[in-house]
């Protein structure tokens, strides 16, 4: 199947023949549904705290702060071309006549190119957009007067203009304030000053981007960093890394036959946010918060979310501590058969582990080395929000194929939609995942997990793509924080919805929440 210039290829890559032939025998195989039990409930696996329990552990988080390395991880390789797609569309269909303005006319939605055009001196880059229209010799005035529209959006996409179609989201500018406009990475690190200081009053993001991106980061933060850390009377640790190429999966046919380029070269693809996991195994920290690129608010509606921050935070460390206690008792021997069915109680009420039926029959060393074991993992604490009908993930009780019952986030490709008792399930579920999550990666000696251990490989995603107007079938690594995070100790906690607003399309910068208070609805 494979020749020796498809070796050297493989092995450029950092991977190998094993690796290769475990992707295709997963073509062939397929990946086996996720069981779903039942969804996850606020009371039925997802916690909501009460006033006095957000006091204590935010208390909790911020006294233990300052002697904490914690990081922020944002994953912000993505292009935002997707953001415009109904843009795209529209310049490919417009005519500035008759037609065209009936097109143009014929969805007034908040997702229309009518709502962005109408709307547009509201949104964030709009000086930057006017200036770039100047600069041809052009008014966007006079352009919308004359309902050319099509200029506008080759201003927003194009090279000759803001070139945004073909930037990450992290470099879009995506909020106005009264001294300029902010890019999503720059609000970024402004939330990770809140929760991120140390002693030394230094905070820590760490971005996952594309190569060919870096210059303009560091250019961008080269400009801003000063001002940011006057302003907050602190320093930035400000990091990067890029997905390897290890972590992609090769490309194969109908038949699973490896798909090879026009030099006969072979075709891979990115593994997913699932090859991220590389990434996140090399972030050095006690504490990590990840949080995807788009959901970032302005300065009047980030509070609640740094408070909820903090609180997941504190939860962790809650967690955390008491964990690492339960494990050095058994580690040295001192466990006492009182200690272990403490330990068993807070397993089953606290961090909702399955525990075997029979294990008060096991003998005492059996029994120590089994919750040292289900205690010994990295944990996540996950904040979920109320289900507004956004697509994606959510949380669910799923049942294992060693038939353990755990929590985790299952993402729609994961589960049998035809299967009748899984599509009710589904539709009973009440929460969504907003990737908001706070982790700890180290055990209780401060020794690192090699995350890589705690994957279920059996959860990654096959899907149809088309290359050169052929037909190939593509595959992912489990997700990041679904397949990935499997094996993890894994809690969720109830969320305010302010703190999911997502920026799938440009329009949604026209929502009142990454408005400035002048243009928000009253």
């Not at 020796?4 to 190998?16: A, F, P, R, V």
């Not at 009936?102 to 709502?115: E, N, P, R, T």
């Not at 580690?331 to 909702?352: C, G, S, T, Y």
């Not at 959860?459 to 690594?477: P, R, V, Y």
């Amino acid at each position: 199947m494979f020749n020796q210039q498809d070796l050297i290829q493989i092995t450029g890559k950092g991977m190998n023949l094993q690796l290769i032939q475990k992707q295709i025998d997963h073509f062939i195989s397929g990946f086996p549904f996720i069981n779903l039990v039942r969804p996850a409930i606020t009371g039925d696996g997802i916690l909501k705290f009460d006033d006095e329990q957000l006091k204590f552990y935010l208390g909790y988080f911020e006294q233990n702060l300052p002697e904490l390395k914690v990081v922020k991880f944002v994953p912000a390789s993505g292009a935002a071309s997707r953001m415009f797609k109904h843009l795209f569309e529209f310049r490919e269909q417009y005519l500035p006549d008759e037609a065209g303005k009936a097109l143009f006319m014929k969805d007034q939605g908040i997702h229309s190119v009518y709502f962005f055009i109408t709307n547009l001196i509201k949104i964030a880059f709009y000086n930057d957009l006017s200036a770039s229209v100047a600069k041809s010799g052009h008014s966007i005035d006079r352009l919308i007067q004359k309902q050319d529209y099509g200029t506008i959006i080759d201003h927003v996409l194009s090279a000759e203009g803001l070139n945004y179609a073909n930037l990450p989201k992290a470099l879009l500018k995506f909020h106005q304030y009264q001294d300029g406009s902010r890019t999503a990475a720059e609000e970024h690190l402004i939330e990770a000053a809140a929760y991120t200081r140390d002693h030394s009053n230094i905070a820590r993001i760490h971005f996952t981007i594309s190569p060919e991106h870096r210059d303009k980061f560091v250019d961008l933060f080269a400009v801003v960093t000063r001002e940011y850390e006057s302003r907050f009377g602190l320093q930035f640790d400000i990091s990067y890394s890029i997905q390897r190429p290890s972590t992609d999966t090769i490309a194969v046919d109908e038949n699973n036959e490896p798909v090879r380029n026009p030099d006969g070269s072979l075709l891979f693809r990115p593994g997913g946010h699932g090859a991220l996991l590389e990434n996140l195994n090399e972030v050095d920290a006690d504490i990590i918060f990840v949080k995807n690129i788009d959901n970032i608010v302005p300065d009047h509606f980030k509070s609640t979310t740094i408070q909820y921050k903090k609180l997941l935070g504190g939860y962790l460390l809650f967690l955390k501590d008491t964990i690492s206690g339960y494990l050095l008792k058994i580690k040295e021997h001192r466990a006492m058969p009182e200690d272990v069915v403490e330990m068993i109680q807070f397993a089953k009420e606290k961090l909702f582990q399955d525990i075997p039926a029979g294990f008060g029959s096991y003998p005492f060393q059996d029994q120590a080395q089994f919750l040292f074991k289900l205690l010994n993992r990295p944990i996540r604490v996950c904040g979920m929000v109320k289900n507004e009908g956004e697509p994606g993930g959510g949380p669910f009780w799923v049942m294992g194929a060693d038939h353990t019952l755990s929590l985790q986030i299952v993402e729609s490709s994961q589960i049998n939609l035809k299967d009748p008792v899984q599509k009710t399930i589904v539709e009973q579920s009440t929460h969504f995942n907003p990737v908001d999550l706070v982790c700890s990666t180290r055990d209780f000696e401060n020794n690192p997990f090699n995350l890589k251990e705690f994957v279920d490989e059996n959860t990654g995603f096959i899907s149809l793509k088309s290359s050169g107007g052929k037909t190939l079938k593509a595959q992912e690594l489990p997700g990041l924080w679904n397949g990935a995070m499997a094996n993890w100790i894994t809690l969720f906690v109830e969320a305010p919805i302010i703190t999911f607003n997502p920026v799938k399309t440009v329009n949604d910068l026209l929502r009142n929440e990454h408005l400035p208070v002048k243009h928000s609805a009253k």
